[in-house]
């Protein structure tokens, strides 16, 4: 419509589909994994693209109808940054605190050091990694 903002969303994924042991350097080997060496079955990766593809414009779809407090209960569910230390470096400033979750705009909450601060955008980095077999609790 005219004179509407314009909706957009950008995404970064990274998915390990084909991946062997061997093909991670051995720091990684005990945390990364792939489809194919999880399942032991080859991706085709243009049908994997396809079916990602499609499940995300599904979501975009739900949160342009319904808005993002829609998805915020399965979101939470899955939330792996709630309760972990994170950094975020939003431009020049580096922050750092523990994931609170999503608001009901979809800005990640951090509680820092100075109070909790809504994220717009920024790189996200969990301090120490993901470890295997370690939850947030």
Known sequence: AAGAKPVFVVVG???NL??????????????????????GLEVDRARF????LNALDARYESILR?????????????????GRHVQVRVGAELLQ???AGLAANGR??????????????????????????????
């Open 18 to 39: 084909n991946a062997r042991e061997n093909d991670f350097p051995a720091e990684v080997r005990g945390l990364a994994t792939s489809i194919a060496w999880a399942t």
């Open 97 to 99: 605190g523990v994931g």
């Open 108 to 137: 990640l909450q951090l509680d820092t050091a100075a109070g909790r601060r809504e994220i717009v955008a920024g790189d996200v980095s969990v301090v120490g990694g993901y470890r295997q077999g370690v939850s947030p609790e």
């Open 66 to 82: 319904d808005g993002f407090s829609a998805l915020l209960p399965a979101w939470s569910e899955r939330d792996a940054l709630r």
């Open 49 to 52: 693209a396809a079916r990602l």
């Open 13 to 15: 994924i990274g998915v």
